[in-house]
């Protein structure tokens, strides 16, 4: 009985996040007019106190409330021990349905702490204007915007701060809350980080209106939860930032699957199998905060499917960098990076570009086999790793695609290529079926390869691995071939000579 009932509130669950879009779309509150309306006091306005309340955070008093620091009372500051010449970190939640702060809060405030003994952690709680229905909400992150600035603006008076020193870090709505603090305060603020800017009623409206590069001297964005559902995204989709990154395209994140959410959801934790893809944006950051060490690296792509083939692993011209707090600042705006993660922090892994070019003397009726690489290092081997190709498998052609591995391999020294068959669908079953009582299954199936050269991102190392045994380069249904190194760097392409 316990089982049927959790089941009905999933399938509850499930149905409240698919129809809460459709029915605020019928109420034209998805629409670009109606952000207009609802934001339309440009001066921001300051609320009362007890809406909006700052609390410093110390490195000595682990979950408590925190220090309360009230607008114009100095005596709070001195009290509290605000240190003017250190950094100063704003940490701003977003909507809430609870009512309380959410668990990532504490710890994010934890990982800045010990990243920045000295700095000031400032938690922002707008709980009381963030409990309401979402255009609410919504309408209410101007203002709060607007108390965040008032309050930069007094320290600014009260201690000679300097706003280059300020960081705020927004999540969801947050996000926006921390673009209209950065619009409002007289002066330009160091850095706003958005990790997971809200979506409904942002996507798409200009820039005034939400989150974006003209709010800090430098913002970097996060998106964790792109994917659309009935014309909108939890998630903003657009690019908002100076840098905007997708960690594994901003779409499924590792552990947040399927499966990892039903055996969630058989434990009673139905807030994490929401939040967990919305929510992997803050935990990524929190990871790039406690471990300096194995930090995340993100590639510069024009878009996913390109970084699906690898062939964006490059880091010249300032095309690569860390993800998270140690992110490296640009200029230019809306940088679109892109990245693979681990289902666990730390999330950091390994990135490889593999180019093969496939020989076939036929044009095979099934086009799209199922291969799997292993990859063998002075560290460590891989498992058996499915070939994702954007596209399908091209005949006579070169071939790139990504790999991504949990484990550090050390330098790579051979690479296992396994054909185990046709992925299952009722298209290749019934191919099967003809095969089965027709003809020889592995009739025309059988692929040649002579080498493969991979890319190394994170050490951008480039090598060269040939058959191991020359002779054997063919590859069928259910076997295997070993490609071992057999040189370092790719050789340069050849150029007609032009004759003038």
């Not at 998805?30 to 106190?49: C, P, Q, R």
Request: charged fraction near 25%.
């Amino acid at each position: 009985m316990e089982t049927i009932f959790s089941l009905g509130k999933v399938i509850f669950l499930f149905c409240f996040v698919a129809v809460l879009p459709s029915e605020l779309e019928k109420q034209s509150l998805f629409k670009d007019d109606t952000i207009s309306e609802l934001l339309e006091d440009e001066n921001g306005t300051v609320i009362d106190d007890t809406s909006v309340k700052f609390r410093l955070k110390t490195t000595h008093e682990g979950e408590s409330h925190g220090c309360l620091l009230s607008l114009g009372q100095r005596d709070c500051l001195d009290e509290c021990g605000f240190n003017a010449t250190a950094k100063t970190f704003f940490v701003v939640h977003g909507w809430t349905i609870s009512g309380l702060l959410p668990e990532w809060f504490e710890k994010l405030v934890f990982a800045l702490q010990q990243r920045e003994r000295d700095a000031n952690v400032v938690t922002v709680d707008w709980l009381v204007l963030a409990h309401q229905h979402y255009p609410n909400a919504v309408n209410n992150t101007k203002a709060v915007g607007s108390t965040i600035a008032h309050f930069l603006d007094w320290l600014q008076v009260e201690l000679n701060i300097s706003l280059q020193n300020i960081h705020i870090i927004g999540y969801s709505l947050g996000a926006h809350v921390a673009g209209f603090a950065g619009n409002y305060v007289n002066g330009t603020i160091g850095r706003i980080t958005g990790l997971d800017p809200a979506g409904p009623m942002f996507e798409g409206v200009e820039d005034h209106k939400r989150l974006s590069p003209d709010d800090a001297n430098f913002v970097d964005v996060l998106h964790t939860y792109t994917r659309e559902a009935l014309g909108v995204s939890i998630g903003i989709q657009q690019p908002i930032g100076h840098i905007d990154i997708y960690p594994n395209g901003g779409d499924i994140q590792p552990g947040c699957g399927l499966t990892e959410m039903l055996t969630t959801i058989s434990a009673g934790a139905f807030g994490e199998v929401v939040q967990c893809e919305h929510e992997r944006s803050v935990f990524l950051f929190v990871d790039s905060l406690l471990h300096k060490d194995h930090e995340s690296i993100a590639y510069e792509c024009t878009d996913p499917g390109r970084f699906k083939k690898g062939i964006c692993l490059s880091c010249r011209k300032n095309r690569c960098g860390k993800l998270g707090y140690n992110v490296k600042k640009r200029a230019r705006r809306n940088s679109k990076m892109y990245l693979k993660t681990r289902a666990d922090m730390p999330y950091a892994g390994y990135h490889y570009q593999m180019k093969m070019h496939v020989f076939s003397k036929v044009d095979m009726e099934d086009k799209d086999p199922s291969l799997f690489v292993k990859l063998s290092g002075s560290f460590d081997e891989s498992e058996n790793m499915p070939v994702q190709l954007p596209d399908s498998l091209g005949l006579n052609y070169t071939n790139s695609f990504l790999v991504f591995t949990d484990l550090d391999l050390g330098e790579l020294h051979e690479i296992k290529l396994k054909w185990e068959g046709t992925s299952w669908s009722w298209t290749s079953m019934w191919k099967k079926m003809k095969t089965l009582f027709y003809e020889d299954p592995n009739k025309n199936r059988v692929l040649e390869v002579r080498r493969i050269r991979v890319k190394a991102g994170e050490t951008q190392k480039k090598y060269v691995f040939c058959a191991k045994e020359p002779s054997v380069t063919h590859i069928t249904p259910g076997s295997e071939l070993t490609f071992v190194k057999c040189a370092d760097g790719w050789e340069p392409k050849h150029r007609k000579r032009q004759y003038f």
